[in-house]
Each structure stands twice: as C-alpha cells, then as structure tokens.
C-alpha cells in the first residue's frame, strides 16, 4: 500500500510541473557562457541606469548622449585614445635619452592620467549603449569591453609604476603601456567592427529618400483620433496620428535600432519604441527619451479632396 502511495505522491509532482518552466531552465543552461553572461551584465546595467523606470529615464539617456545628439560614448573614446597615443610618444623620447628629455616622462605621467579618466567615463557610456544590444553586435561588443578593461587596467598599472618613481619615469611603467596601446587599438578595432559592419548606434533612417510633393496616403475619413497608423510616403514608412483636426506624421523606424515606431504606445503627443524605450514627439520627431540620440524625420500632412497627404518635411 505504501508503495502504490509512494508511487501516486511520485506521479503527482511529476504533473504539477511545469513543462515550459523546465524548457526555459533548460535552454538557458544550454547556453553558452558568454551569452550567459551578457545576460546577467544586461540586467545587472538596467538596474543601474533605470532603465526599466518610467519615462523620461533621464540619466540613462544622459549616458546615451539623448541631450547631445549624438552618442556620448564616441565623444569619450577620443580622450582615452588621444591621450594614450601621446603618452606612447613621451615615452619613446624619453627611452631615447633620459638624461635630455626627463621632461617627456611627466608628460607621459599627465597623459596616463588624462586617459585612465577618460577612459572611466568611455565605460560607463559605453555599458549604457551596449545593454541596448542582441546577436551578433552584443557578442562583438563584450569582447570591445573586455579588451578596452583589459587596456585599462595596463595603464593603471603603468600609472602606479610612474608614481611610485620620484621622476615619474620607469622602463617597466612605459612597456606595460605600449602594451595597453596595442590592446586599446584591437579594442577600438572592434568598436569599428560595432559601428560600420553591425551598424550599432547608426541612425537608421539616414537613408530614407525624401518627397518634393505631397502623396495621398488612406482617405481622411478612415483616420481615427488617437491612433497610430502605417502609411507609405515615397517608398518610405511613415507613422501617422490625429489629434483632434490636427495631424501628424515622423518615420515609422526607430532612428536607434529601426524599431517600428506604429507598434508602439502612445502617450499623448509622443511615442515609445517597442524596442528599447526610445521615445518621440509626434508634433516635430524631436527624441525625448534614449537611447536614441537622432530625432525622426517630420513629415507635413494636409487634407486635400478627402485624402491625407503627406510629404517629407525640410531638406535631406
């Protein structure tokens, strides 16, 4: 008898279970470790940056470069990158006389300095930018991390080393640098394979084609307030709203990542992504809220003879 309970107690748990439950723990240990860990670091950046808060999201699209129009995280590079060479330069005219040129050494001491700061603030931009990603470029892009901490940890050690010496030079302090300069340039290597082959952080509609005139688009009529439609303009998506007898029109892709903007919600006047939060005024295309940092393209709406026409608004 106890048997035959045991065995209905085994068959219970069995069916309490739950099949997709398994499947997603299964799938997710399948995984391999750095998709695993890109995950984790993700989740753990969102934290960090609000991004799962309610708009405006201000310090995450602070990080993106939202305000500036532009990604911040490519401002940033530069000082890292500048100063890092500069401070390879000191260093190979000071191994060339010391005695002559003892100044190039507290040059070099300058330069660490500059770039290890630099470089502090390229990261938290960059992290920001990269927990926005998937596939292929998120893959490229942890390993752009891992070489530019790596680069960065070369130069805080060659910064120790220059401290440490009264004159601020050392042989060991410039090797470990040149070091970190060629780990730094495969890193800025792969931030270019990010940008120009997976087109990370382009504006995705750069190259949309304009209209000189207005097309008919769906009949006025058929144009209900406050939703969001999909039209074609010139080959072009275009995502169209009414607001009373007022009407509107921006691209339909997300300037960011080329999310489609009619699938998103719309909050009064401005629409959210379904992407990656990105959040735009319909009245002009302005962003409001990252990680995009281009505005979407505006278009002009008229009612002529019933229909809604629409055309590109401004220069291209």
Request: proline share 4%.
């Amino acid at each position: 008898m106890s048997e035959e309970t045991d065995s209905q107690s085994n068959l219970a748990s069995h069916s309490t279970s739950d099949p997709a439950s398994d499947s997603s723990a299964n799938e997710a240990a399948s995984q391999p470790f750095a998709e695993r860990l890109s995950d984790e670091l993700q989740r753990i950046i969102g934290v960090l940056v609000g991004a799962n808060r309610k708009p405006p999201r201000r310090f995450k699209s602070f990080l993106n470069g939202t305000w500036f129009g532009h990604p911040l995280h490519a401002v940033l590079t530069d000082i890292p990158v500048t100063s890092w060479v500069i401070t390879a330069i000191f260093d190979i005219i000071w191994l060339i006389s010391p005695v002559n040129f003892a100044w190039a050494a507290r040059g070099a001491e300058v330069t660490v300095i500059l770039g290890v700061l630099g470089a502090l603030a390229a990261v938290c931009t960059g992290f920001t930018d990269w927990s926005d990603t998937y596939g292929s470029e998120r893959r490229v892009g942890l390993n752009h991390a891992i070489y530019n901490l790596s680069a960065l940890a070369l130069y805080i050690v060659s910064l120790v080393l220059r401290l440490t010496q009264s004159s601020g030079d050392s042989i060991a302090a410039a090797v470990i640098g040149f070091i970190g300069l060629g780990v730094m340039s495969y890193a800025a290597y792969l931030g270019g394979e990010m940008v120009f082959t997976k087109g990370t952080n382009v504006n995705h509609t750069a190259w949309e084609a304009g209209s000189d005139g207005f097309e008919a688009v769906m009949p006025a009529e058929q144009v209900e307030e406050n939703k969001l439609y999909r039209v074609m303009v010139s080959g072009v998506a275009v995502v169209l709203l009414r607001q009373g007898s007022q009407f509107y029109a921006i691209s339909a892709t997300c300037p960011h990542a080329g999310g489609p903007l009619n699938e998103g919600t719309l909050e009064g006047d401005v629409v959210q992504c379904p992407w990656h939060g990105s959040r735009f005024c319909m009245r002009d295309g302005r962003v409001r809220t990252g990680p995009a940092t281009a505005s979407a393209p505006r278009y002009d709406v008229r009612i002529q003879n019933g229909q809604v026409e629409a055309r590109r608004a401004g220069s291209h």
